[in-house]
Structure formats: structure tokens, C-alpha cells
């Protein structure tokens, strides 16, 4: 049996970064997937060069309300099964990730909701890379996400139920996972990296939305006691910093 995965890129002026992504995802090599870009009005550099790639992408050059919203109108745009978000830059870990993938989904016992795998994390800074593992939702979603999004794999139809909710600009991926694992969705889980993801961007430039964030979806989606969220508090401070420091070139190998 096999399953169609969507493999969904948002991309907004980073033309290569999604030339990176898109070599990525069309080496991938014994799994049957597709390959959706949503580009949030870039202009002619972008769609020239996926005017170029003809049948192998379906994607759309429109504007939208931020990185979240351009992800719900991927999903409406995909036809797989599951699918995964590898935005502009992200890359798999090699041709086969796909197909690993596609094996651990066609053999579960139980029909898997959502597939957490592993990460390569790459700090740009000083050139290191550190593997994060995916990390069982009963130990880690009081705190954060359990895998990075460039590991998760969703089951299509959650989605279209439940999508990611725009009053999360930065952690849009924490309440997702933390909405759907309290709506009962069943998590398997995948330990060996199948991607790599850059540290920093955007939500290191706006620390108190960062921390924030979180502390909502703890209160009003998974509900925690207010000592259980002023501990993540001091949990992500304590990573955040190690991640900034990780990144300094003083830490070259």
C-alpha cells in the first residue's frame, strides 16, 4: 500500500532559499508525493522560476495574512494523505526521508494522525549542528512543540478541521500540535532525523511575543496550572539563550 505525502513550501522573496527546498524535495526517491508552493506575492524572480519547473509543482502567487495563513491555503491546495511544511530554505535529510516516512505510516497498527520525526539543527553562526529528537507528547507538550515542523507529518483531514490559528504568528506549530493531541489525535514517532532546520529568524528578533505565546496556549488550550507555566517560562529562556550563544561564531568548531 502507499500513500501520497504533500509536501507544502511558503516562500515570500526568498528566491533561494526555495531553489534549496525545491532540490531537496525533487531528489526524494521511492515515495509517491507532491509538491505545493504558496508564495505570498513575491513577484516576477519567484514566479519565473516556478513557471520553469512545470508539472512538478502546483502552487499559487497570492497575498496573505502571514506564515500561517499562507500554510492553511497550502493545505487546501494539497491531494495527500499526510503532508508535511518544508518552507523556503528547509531541506530534507536525504532522498529517502520521504520513503522512510511513507513505510512508518503504511505499517502502524493504528492509523497515525500525526508522525513525529527527528531534526538536524543547524546554528548559521558558527557552523554547528546538534540532532533534536522527537520527544513523546506526554513528556514535552507541557513545555513546547515535540518535533520541529520540518519532522511533523499530519494527517490531511485534522487539518482541514483544525487549522493552524492566526493569533499565533510565532508558535502557530505549538498550538496545532497542543489543539490536536488535546482533541485526541494519535502520535507515532519516528527517531532519526529527517530534516534539517536553521535556529534563529524572526521569533529570536521578538522575545516577548516568543514567551508569550506559549504561555497562552498552556492556559487556554492544554489548560496548565500557572507554576507549570512560569517553569516553561524559565525553560525556553534558558534554551532560547543557549540557542543565540550556540549560534556565535566564537563556538566554531
Not at 524572480?45 to 497570492?62: A, G, M, P, Y
Not at 536525504?94 to 527527528?118: P, Q, R
Not at 554547528?128 to 483531514?157: C, D, I
Not at 492544554?222 to 532560547?240: C, D, E, N, Q, V
Request: hydrophobic share 40%; aromatic share 12%; with cysteine.
Amino acid at each position: 500500500m502507499s500513500i501520497l505525502i504533500s509536501v507544502v513550501t511558503v516562500v515570500l522573496n526568498d528566491l533561494d532559499g526555495l531553489k534549496r527546498t525545491q532540490r531537496s524535495v525533487s531528489e526524494q526517491e521511492g515515495a509517491d508525493f507532491e509538491w505545493i508552493v504558496h508564495d505570498g506575492g513575491s513577484g516576477e524572480k519567484i514566479t519565473n522560476f516556478l513557471q520553469s519547473l512545470d508539472s512538478s509543482v502546483r502552487w499559487v502567487s497570492e497575498p496573505d495574512q502571514g506564515i500561517y495563513d499562507a500554510m492553511n491555503r497550502g493545505v487546501s491546495m494539497s491531494a495527500g494523505r499526510y503532508l508535511v511544511f518544508m518552507n523556503a530554505g528547509d531541506t530534507f535529510l536525504d532522498n529517502t526521508t520521504l520513503a522512510k516516512v511513507a513505510e512508518v505510516l503504511c505499517g502502524v497498527e493504528h492509523v497515525a494522525d500525526i508522525l513525529f520525526g527527528g531534526a538536524m539543527l543547524s546554528f548559521p553562526g558558527s557552523g554547528r549542528m546538534a540532532y533534536r529528537s522527537p520527544r513523546v507528547v506526554e513528556k514535552s507538550l507541557w513545555h513546547g512543540v515535540p518535533a520541529n515542523h520540518q519532522a511533523t507529518f499530519y494527517r490531511k483531514s485534522l487539518l482541514e478541521v483544525t487549522p493552524y490559528d492566526l493569533q499565533y504568528p510565532l508558535c502557530g506549530d505549538y498550538y496545532l500540535a497542543a489543539t490536536l493531541i488535546e482533541k485526541g489525535a494519535h502520535p507515532v514517532y519516528l527517531d532519526e532525523p529527517l530534516a534539517t532546520f536553521e535556529v534563529g529568524g524572526q521569533s529570536y528578533k521578538k522575545l516577548r511575543q516568543l514567551f508569550m505565546e506559549p504561555y497562552r496556549i498552556q492556559r487556554d488550550v492544554l489548560g496548565m496550572p500557572f507554576h507549570y507555566r512560569l517553569a516553561s517560562i524559565a525553560k525556553r529562556f534558558a534554551s532560547t539563550l543557549g540557542f543565540v550563544l550556540l549560534s556565535q561564531p566564537i563556538f566554531r568548531k
